[in-house]
């Protein structure tokens, strides 16, 4: 298929080589050709791309979605592009059927539960009581009954962890569907998300979970900003890229990896499961096309709360998963170069975006007809792009920081301003039009102030910095990785 550079050291961890003919692909959004289409940036992560000519062409047609033909060597090009992040599959191509089962973890929520057991009545399903309360786990299991569902009980909570594991292990079927008790899924959507287990590389796949409708400044601003809401792209699930994780709110698992959740942890269980089985070698996929509801919380105090709880899962997480959870991954000149404009300083910011220009320009040299002028703009670019996401992140983790210093040093108030601006204007922007402005402000100040909060103390139980350690890139490796 040309000379794309070798990607095995990336890619040894997918289980096949090759994509299927028939799986329809698609170029993640922000790969970008250059020199003719033979030279490509982009991806999640962040990469550059030599190829020859054939291989552009066929670059170019998968800039919309586009089924893998059985042209030598192209699904083996496609699945090297989907393990590196430069490209996601849009439709997989159904196999056999598979057979699935349903597991329901719950503490209480009989009413959620009872609604559920009667949308699913024509599937194998199983509710695992997690320590209801008595009267609770009365009426559990006189629904399972009703409905032909399964029940087993848990005498004692032992969180969700060990309820989805309990449940696992009674099923037989090829695929363990894993379904909170709050979630209303769109049946219609099952199969399709089945259909992405015809691939044997694939361990585990999530569909979109929205919010519910509703009315309420709180509900308006959880429409575009639920952590459970990954956004309307497609994605192969990695760590550090542009989907990192999927909640298990409804998450699909092949039975034999399905009891892998770690119950010593009662939050951030499934980020760890999902992290694990991309250690494993599995891919995980990110399937928006299928959808779910999820309902607000009902209180502004809950919903605090649970951002809070959150935050706490980090430091556990980095004791399990190291720099996967690092809050700021980002070229170090990136995050100078708006330290520069946020402290009013335009020499750092020059300074920090002629660097990099220089050197990835050397790099482009002899590939491109004006490198330094391509290296410029991707430069730029890059930083305009990354800034809200650097802020927002940078507000998420270090929240009490910049509070204290906003309240004790008078001339750092202006540029945590103009951080918090950073982080919120672009986002609100895009929504404007349900979203009122005042509310929305302060719905995202207590929600990163909130979640900030619950990383400081899951670090400090945890007895770990990782999850306040940024990891920046410099000089050679600050410009894109090169395939």
């Given at each position: 298929?040309?000379n ?8 040894s ?30 991806g999640?992560?962040f ?5 020859n000519?054939?291989v ?11 089924a ?5 060597g192209?699904?083996?090009?496609a ?8 490209l ?13 089962s349903?597991?329901?973890p ?9 609604l559920?057991?009667a949308?699913l ?5 199983l509710?695992?009581d997690?320590g209801?309360?008595?009267i609770?786990a009365l009426q559990l299991?006189a ?31 090829d ?6 008790s ?27 979970i ?9 509900q ?5 900003s ?15 890229s542009?989907?990192?994780y999927?909640?298990?709110a ?10 892998g959740?770690?119950?010593s ?23 928006p ?6 309902p ?8 605090c709360?649970q ?16 720099e ?5 991954a980002?070229?170090?000149w ?25 050197l ?6 002899g ?9 410029a703009?991707t ?8 800034g ?11 929240g009490?920081f ?16 103009g ?5 919120f204007?672009?986002?609100w922007?895009k929504?404007?039009?349900?979203s ?14 909130s ?9 400090i139980?945890a007895?770990?910095?990782g999850?306040?350690?940024p990891?920046f ?7 894109p990785?090169?395939?």
């Open positions: 298929m040309g794309l550079r070798d990607l095995n050291h990336e890619s961890n997918a289980r096949v080589d090759d994509l299927a003919p028939g799986t329809v692909v698609q170029l993640e959004a922000s790969a970008r050709s250059h020199a003719g289409g033979t030279l490509w940036f982009g999640s992560p990469r550059m791309l030599r190829v000519q054939s552009a062409d066929l670059l170019n047609t998968w800039k919309e979605p586009t893998v033909t059985n042209r030598k192209e699904g083996a090009l699945r090297r592009l989907e393990v590196t992040g430069f996601h599959v849009v439709t997989p191509t159904p196999d056999e059927p598979l057979t699935m349903v597991v329901i719950t503490h209480g929520r009989v009413d959620e539960v009872t559920l057991l949308a009545h024509d599937l194998d399903v509710v695992v997690d209801s309360e008595a609770d299991e629904a399972c009954h009703l409905h032909g569902a399964t029940y087993i009980r848990h005498e004692l909570p032992l969180g969700p962890a060990a309820a989805r594991n309990s449940g696992a292990a009674l099923q037989s079927s695929i363990v569907c894993f379904l909170d709050d979630v209303v899924p769109d049946r219609d959507a099952f199969p399709n998300l089945l259909a992405h287990f015809s691939d044997p590389a694939v361990g585990a796949v999530a569909p979109r929205v919010v519910a409708s509703g009315t309420g400044q709180l308006s601003y959880e429409t575009w639920s952590p459970l809401d990954l956004g309307e792209e497609p994605a192969t699930v990695r760590p550090l542009r989907v990192s999927v909640p298990s409804l998450l699909f698992v092949r039975r034999e990896l399905a009891q959740f770690n119950e942890l009662h939050v951030g269980e499934d980020v760890d499961f999902i992290w694990s089985l991309h250690q494993q070698g599995w891919l995980i996929r990110y399937d096309a299928s959808t779910a509801t999820h607000v919380r009902p209180t502004l105090a809950s919903w709360a951002r809070f709880s959150y935050g706490t899962s980090a430091g556990e997480l980095t004791k399990q998963h190291g996967a959870t690092t809050p700021i980002t070229s170090g990136t995050a100078l170069s708006w330290l520069g404009l946020l402290t009013f300083n335009p020499v750092l910011s020059a300074v920090s975006l002629i660097i990099p220009t220089v990835l320009g050397r790099r482009l040299e590939r491109a007809a004006t490198p330094y002028q391509l290296a703009s430069v730029i670019l890059g930083s305009i792009n990354a809200p996401a650097l802020a927002r992140q940078t507000v998420r983790t270090y009490p910049l509070l204290a210093a906003g309240v004790l040093l008078r001339p750092l108030r202006l540029p945590i301003l951080l918090q601006a950073l982080a204007a672009p986002r922007w929504h404007r039009a349900t009122k402005l005042l509310p929305a402000l302060g719905l995202q100040g207590l929600d990163d102030l979640y900030s909060y619950g990383v400081l103390y899951g670090a139980h007895n770990t910095r999850a306040l350690h990891s890139t410099w000089f050679s490796s600050s410009s990785s090169e395939d």
